[in-house]
């Protein structure tokens, strides 16, 4: 039994189960040279309902009635390819099926005993934008204050750590009570927003940062974003890393002119891809396995069961539903 999920439709709007087709597929057998892989953990993020659109970015839509596909840990079941045994485990970009064959090219083998589904989080794609992000854009000192929106997901959980560990004081900004408790008692947060019941935002993060905010951490965009970096000091670095309140939008928003505010205080507000510095991700892994085996930090995860669940997953991202990385457990 195989199957794969395919891009029915371009969704307008927020993503339905209708934009996604389940489709039964022939079970592949691996060629000379090649490896059987068998889905175990899926990622699901929020840069793929872009992927939806049949929009310019950085990487290219999905094809209509073609397979999606993310970032994949696999079990080698068979293999033809002499750097893969049976029982190997694999992580690359991989389409969404629960068997496919890979000559090899892109498939970085993983170590089971630290946790499979770390490898899609605090030590994949989503640790690596906040330690690179953080680092080369924000450049934190000892004493400063940074703010990260999206604070109890994927890559805003790891960024406030990071920042706690390079000496700042964090404050961080989510949509639920049990988030924001959450970020003060696992992940150390000095101070926690809830932006779903907090009337004034500027006001807000005002009281929190009394002393102004240096770094802003974004992962959200919209209002939140606007509320924070009114807030911000002279010499304030903005690192744009999402923009997840805009996805699903089907005009353009058009908010407070920000320019002005930006000038008179001299502040660098730059966006990013965290494969700008793919050259650093070997030193990046490194640094946070060593932070996390240090218990320096911290890392949630949300793990659905089932492959049937892997659109829903997906489209409860935009509801806020995951605490950390959210993963589909095959
Ligand atoms: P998360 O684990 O943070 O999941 C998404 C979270 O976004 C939800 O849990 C929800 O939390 C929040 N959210 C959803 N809708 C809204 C909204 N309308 N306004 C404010 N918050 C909202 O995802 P990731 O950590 O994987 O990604 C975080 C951001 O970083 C995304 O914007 C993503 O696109 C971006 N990203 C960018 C990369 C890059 O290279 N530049 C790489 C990886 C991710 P809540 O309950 O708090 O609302």
Redesign the pocket.
């Known amino acids: 039994m195989n199957k794969a999920i395919l891009l029915a439709n371009r969704p307008v709007g927020k993503p339905a189960e209708s934009d996604f087709k389940f489709e039964d597929i022939d079970m592949p057998e691996a060629k000379d040279g090649e490896v059987l892989l068998k889905t175990t953990y899926v990622s699901v ?3 793929l309902r872009g992927r939806m659109s049949d929009a310019k970015s950085y990487v290219p839509p999905f094809e209509l009635n073609e397979p999606m596909s993310s970032a994949i840990i696999a079990e080698v079941t068979a293999s033809n390819n002499q750097d893969f045994k049976a029982g190997d485990y694999v992580t690359a970009g991989l389409a969404w099926k629960l068997y496919q064959t890979s000559n090899g090219q892109g498939l970085t083998k993983v170590d089971p005993s630290v946790g499979l589904s770390a490898y899609l989080g605090v030590l994949g ?2 640790g690596l ?1 906040a330690l690179m ?1 953080l680092q080369e854009i924000g450049k934190p000192k000892t004493g400063e204050t940074l703010v990260v ?8 959980s790891i960024v406030g750590q990071i920042g706690k560990i390079l000496g700042c004081k964090v404050i961080g ?4 009570d049990e ?1 924001t408790a959450l970020l003060k008692s696992k992940f150390g947060f000095d101070e926690a927003i809830n ?2 019941t907090t009337k004034n935002m500027q006001e807000a993060i005002a009281a929190a940062a009394p002393d102004g905010v240096d770094i802003y951490f974004d ?4 209002d ?1 974003s606007d509320a924070v970096i009114f807030n911000m000091n002279k010499w304030g670095r903005i690192a ?6 805009s ?1 699903n939008d089907t005009e353009a928003s058009q908010g407070p002119r920000l320019q002005p505010y930006i000038l008179k205080n001299s502040m660098l507000m730059q ?5 700008n510095y793919a050259e650093k991700f070997p030193e990046g892994v490194k640094q946070l396995s060593d932070w996390l085996k240090a218990g320096k930090l911290q890392h949630a995860e949300t793990i659905v069961d089932g492959f049937e669940q892997i659109p829903q997953a997906f489209m409860d ?10 993963v589909v457990k095959i």
């Open positions: 993020d929020p840069y794609m989503t934008t992000g929106s999206g604070a109890a997901g994927a890559v805003g900004i989510a949509g639920s988030k932006y779903k992962n959200v965009g919209g939140i744009i890393c999402g923009t997840i309140s996805y966006g990013f891809i965290v494969s991202l935009f509801e806020g539903k995951n605490e950390g990385k959210m």
